[in-house]
């Protein structure tokens, strides 16, 4: 079993900044590929962001990329995202999520591939 703790959320301006961050428990973290995902007021989850097990590869939906980056710090336990350059539109709950069976320089963008989603945080964007 893993657990996961997303923290960091909050309310910000348009064109402002927040850190998210995910502690994960249960499992070696470097077992772990990790990702973000979103749900807004009224519209399906949507694809974030993505990190492999490695950390050496990334992939972000096209709507955040240029302004999310996402990273991991395997000897902490955590994955964070970083949120520059935020917009309305990015006003959701985002939650961390886990793939346990990931190979070792994969990363995976649906949501069915990954098995531990955390509580969520959420994220408001005022214009």
């Known amino acids: 079993q893993v657990q996961l703790v997303e923290s960091g959320g909050g309310l910000v301006q348009a064109g402002g900044s927040l850190r998210l961050s995910c502690a994960a428990s249960g499992r070696t973290f470097s077992s772990l590929a990790m990702g973000w995902f979103r749900r807004a007021p009224g519209k399906e989850r949507e694809f974030v962001a993505a990190i492999s097990r490695s950390g050496g590869k990334t992939s972000y939906a096209d709507y955040v990329k240029g302004r999310f980056t996402i990273s991991r710090d395997n000897a902490k336990n955590k994955v964070h995202l970083q949120m520059n350059s935020l917009a309305p539109e990015d006003t959701a709950v985002y939650y961390c999520?886990?793939?346990?069976?990931?190979?070792?320089?994969?990363?995976?963008?649906?949501?069915?591939?990954?098995?531990?989603w955390g509580q969520g945080t959420q994220v408001t964007v005022s214009s």
């Open positions: 999520v886990t793939n346990s069976r990931s190979a070792w320089q994969t990363t995976a963008t649906m949501g069915e591939e990954y098995d531990y």
